[in-house]
């Protein structure tokens, strides 16, 4: 999957760079829990997958500063 930023505003400059580097992470960030085994099929499964995003993105947040939130939300 390929990922394209544009920024069609002049208001706010935008760093793509950065950017983008935090959408990869945060992308990866829930193919490696399901690389790890977990999935979202039932509740069950959902909340562990959501609680083990969560942890990773607050580290992540930790660290960059950004609010990043499990891309499970709400998905169950």
Known sequence: ???VIRNLQSVIPIRKVPLRRNVEII???HGLCHL????H????E???MYLQEKQVL???SR???AQLL???RGLF
Not at 36 to 39: A, G, P, Q, S
């Open 27 to 29: 992308r990866t960030t």
């Open 36 to 39: 790890l085994r977990f999935t």
């Open 70 to 72: 499990p891309l499970s």
């Open 41 to 44: 099929n039932s509740e069950t």
């Open 46 to 48: 959902w909340q562990n």
């Open 1 to 3: 999957m390929s990922l």
């Open 63 to 65: 660290c960059t500063g």
């Open 58 to 60: 607050e580290e992540l």
